[in-house]
């Protein structure tokens, strides 16, 4: 009986009958869900936007904290003092990669140099047999 209901094919399984679920989604949070905290307006706004440099300073709410409860913020003449490291450090990284690029490019040339003078050499002296013979 299975195999005319089906079409004719005894190997495939019958349909199961499910019901389809009552509430598939919803845009209203759960009662009692764990992990959501809500959070008023005025306190979005007083908030100060994150620029991604780690610069806030705030009770430790951030994973991304700079500086620990033991420690006290940078004060602006420790701040310009890092940055002044800070700058520093760039300058001297982009002179030696400068002269890295100087003595690299050095090289190269004294190679083209050396390649060109050997061809010269070759010429000249397959010239020199060339009106010899």
């Known amino acids: ?10 190997r495939k399984r019958p349909r199961e009958t499910v019901a389809p679920p ?6 209203q949070a759960p009662q009692g869900s764990p992990g959501h905290k809500v959070i008023h ?9 994150a620029t991604g440099l780690r610069l806030d300073f705030d009770e430790g709410g951030s994973e991304h904290a ?13 701040l310009a003092a890092q940055c002044g490291r800070y700058s520093n450090e760039i300058d001297r990284l982009l002179q030696e990669h400068a002269e890295r690029l100087r003595l690299a490019l050095a090289d190269t040339r004294r190679r ?14 397959r010239r020199v047999r060339e009106m010899e013979a």
């Open 1 to 10: 009986v299975d195999a005319v209901a089906d079409g004719g094919n005894g």
């Open 22 to 27: 009552a509430r598939l989604f919803s845009l």
């Open 41 to 49: 307006l005025a306190q979005l706004h007083r908030r100060p936007p």
């Open 66 to 78: 700079a500086c620990t409860s033991s420690t006290s913020p940078l004060i602006p003449g420790e």
């Open 112 to 125: 083209q140099n050396r390649s060109l003078l050997g061809a010269a050499e070759a010429l000249a002296a």
